[in-house]
């Protein structure tokens, strides 16, 4: 009941101030399990999805969302599980792995719609990264349900990383035809299956989003651009030092 009513209530928000359109309704089936498999851009990501769609689809999200103390912590919490998340430790990360299949499991083996991010995190410059075969693919074999794959389209410009008030604009949704990997159930241990399910899923995403592709996981170039971030300041910062230096040691010659 609280689900419902935060969805209408977000649902009707977000359409009169956004306007987001939505392509490929059709392949979202009515009833039974399906793995929504998408791109990911924006934190809003996992508003504007589940809002648009007629059935609910479960994402996990941090624990913190759901364990944050005070008012503030108490009414994120019950958001969050207003439309539809769930919490799950990300402490260690095989632990949070194997915590969201399970979670994962749970949802699809009720017969509904579970939404995973097969990049694991958010793309840092809008590009398309490699897909993480240990979720996606697990889940899909393991549940045996279909993956629809689903392109976000211009939500990091609405809300960029580090902005709290989004940008007024239209975001869109594309949603591609189910794809179905039941042939390959039993093989869930087999990496080179996985990887290969996976790549499948995340082609069919660059095809609908018009993505560059990246061959590299999106943690891996989060860590490069801030460490190359890290080595630009500390060579300004060395580059200022060295010019002050020059500079006093000019105003000493010069006084001498």
Request: zero cysteines.
């Amino acid at each position: 009941m609280f689900y419902s009513a935060m969805k209408m209530s977000l649902g009707n928000s977000l359409r009169l101030v956004f306007r987001p359109w939505v392509e490929g309704m059709e392949n979202v089936p009515e009833t039974g399990a399906a793995i929504l498999a998408s791109n990911h851009l924006s934190f809003s990501d996992s508003f504007f999805l589940p809002s648009m769609l007629h059935r609910k689809v479960t994402f996990i999200a941090k624990a913190e969302y759901f364990t944050t103390p005070g008012v503030k912590g108490r009414l994120t919490a019950a958001f969050f599980k207003g439309v539809g998340q769930l919490p799950v430790d990300r402490s260690g990360s095989r632990g949070a792995g194997e915590a969201a299949i399970k979670s994962g499991l749970e949802v699809l083996e009720a017969g509904e719609l579970f939404g995973i991010y097969p990049e694991g995190t958010r793309s840092p410059d809008g590009r398309l990264y490699r897909g993480k075969p240990g979720g996606l693919g697990r889940l899909a074999l393991l549940s045996g349900a279909p993956v629809l794959p689903v392109a976000m389209i211009d939500t990091e410009k609405i809300q960029p990383p580090g902005q709290v008030v989004p940008k007024v604009m239209r975001p869109g949704i594309r949603i591609g035809r189910p794809l179905d990997f039941t042939r390959y159930q039993g093989m869930e241990h087999d990496r080179f299956i996985l990887r290969s399910v996976t790549d499948e899923v995340m082609y069919e995403i660059m095809k609908l989003s018009g993505q560059e592709y990246v061959d590299e996981y999106a943690t891996a170039a989060k860590r490069r651009m801030a460490d190359e971030a890290k080595r630009r300041k500390a060579e300004e910062k060395a580059d200022k030092a060295d010019k002050a230096d020059k500079g006093g040691k000019a105003d000493g010659a010069d006084a001498a």
